[in-house]
């Protein structure tokens, strides 16, 4: 390939990314920004200017990375037509003489990864969502950005993340220390992003100051009354005769996300294990998406619906699936999901985002309300759809079975 113009491929508002040499690069802002996507294309066009560069791509686990980094750079390099040599097994890709390489931070066991650990003469890194990782961990790969003094080219490390939280070490660091170079960015600077996200994104300041200042805006906030606390995020790979039960709940959507969390659960924890989320899927779409996961994990569980739509509920139904009507009920169903302990696979990226900001409505006095924010909340919503649901369903069950113990031999009951 003699030359590559991507000018018709990136947006204009980030050119200052495109031109930054700053050692540490913070790339931060709202949902819808493009920001993974303008990072992505200046490692792939610093990796084809400057030959030999070898370039470190990182997330916290191995299952996000994959799904976001990974997959995002390949069908980048796919869409630009630039040949390239993938090695699925080792998550890497070779351009030219150039390399990437797609590294989690912890490994299946929650342990350091050692190839981390041990990289060396690395010319490029990008941490994305860089909020998801710990200040030491942080200090250990930034430490990784060494090698001997560069013919050409820059030595750079990129943060890209949505700023929620400002007690987070980020905040400290970067923008109370006055570290490295912030660059911010909004839906507004993307020109490839569709109407009806925009339009999602901007319903947020009917519904929420914070979440509107956060995910719209781009801006720092504080989180306030959070709901779901007790979680933890790690891998997981148990077999389908683990779980004491296997269940889903599904959040219908077109213009916003159609949302199906897969759970299994082992007395009183429930294992988030995989999800489905996606924008405008018809519902044959849907269908299609949820059977190719079945499929995966071999398994079929009982998937509670939105009831909103019941004509999608039946549809799915005649192509096979085992769906229910969900128990909608939102205090009732909050309060069912606290009674669990949840851990969460980290394929499982929208949910979660979501979980770390759901939380309840405040009124203009600034009380927090019972009810909870009613935005980025799809997957919050199958959770607790199919927690819920499958309580009530046995709660109903063990009523009916109560009410029809048959005895062998009558009882007498003599009066008082």
């Known amino acids: ?74 069908s980048l390099l796919d869409k630009y037509g630039i040949p390239y040599k993938p090695n699925l097994s080792d998550l890497t890709i070779e351009l030219g003489q150039s390399k990437m390489e797609f590294m989690p931070v912890v490994n299946s066991t929650g342990e350091p990864a050692e190839r981390l650990k041990s990289m060396t003469d690395i010319t490029d890194i990008w941490i994305e969502e860089a ?51 912030q660059q911010h960015y909004t839906h507004k600077d993307n020109r490839f992003i569709d109407s009806d996200y925009k339009a999602e994104l901007e319903g947020l300041a009917d519904e929420d100051e914070l979440l509107y200042n956060v995910y719209c805006l781009g801006k720092w906030g504080v989180l306030g009354e959070i709901i779901f606390t007790r979680y933890e995020i790690r891998e997981f790979d148990y077999p389908a005769d683990y779980y004491d039960e296997l269940l889903a709940g599904c959040d219908f ?17 429930a294992y988030i294990f995989d999800e489905v989320y ?18 995966q994990h071999r398994l079929a569980p009982a998937i ?42 980290p394929r499982c990226v929208s949910t979660i985002r979501e979980i770390r900001s759901y939380a309840r409505k405040k009124d203009r006095a600034g009380n927090v309300l019972e009810e909870p924010v009613k935005a980025n909340d799809h997957t919050m919503d199958g959770l607790r759809y199919a927690l819920h649901s499958y309580e009530r369903e046995m709660f109903k069950r063990n009523q009916q079975q109560a009410a029809t113990v048959v005895y062998d031999d009558p009882v007498e009951i003599s009066p008082v």
């Open 1 to 74: 390939m003699s030359s590559l113009d991507l000018r018709d491929y990136t947006n204009r508002s980030f050119d200052p990314l495109f031109s930054s040499r700053a050692r540490e690069l913070v790339v931060y802002g709202g949902a819808g920004a493009g920001k993974s996507y303008a990072v992505a294309q200046k490692l792939i066009m610093k990796a084809l200017l400057y030959p030999g560069s070898r370039i470190a791509v990182i997330r916290k686990f191995g299952p996000s990375l994959k799904k976001t980094c990974w997959e995002l750079t390949v």
């Open 131 to 181: 909020t998801e990782i710990t200040p030491e961990e942080y200090r250990q790969i930034r430490l990784r950005l060494r090698g001997e003094e560069l013919k050409e080219g820059y030595r750079q490390i990129v943060l890209s993340f949505n700023p929620i939280d400002r007690n987070h070490w980020i905040y400290a660091y970067f923008f109370e220390g006055s570290r490295g170079e």
């Open 253 to 269: 959507g077109f213009v916003h996300p159609a949302a199906v969390v897969f759970i299994g659960l082992r007395e009183k924890t």
């Open 278 to 295: 996606e924008r405008k899927l018809v519902n044959a779409e849907l269908i299609e998406l949820i059977g190719e996961k079945q499929e």
């Open 304 to 345: 509670f619906c939105d009831t909103a739509e019941p004509g999608r509920i039946e549809e799915m139904a005649r192509a096979g699936l085992n769906v229910w009507p969900a128990d909608k009920n939102v205090a009732d169903g909050i309060n069912t999901v606290k009674g669990y302990k949840l851990v969460i696979h």
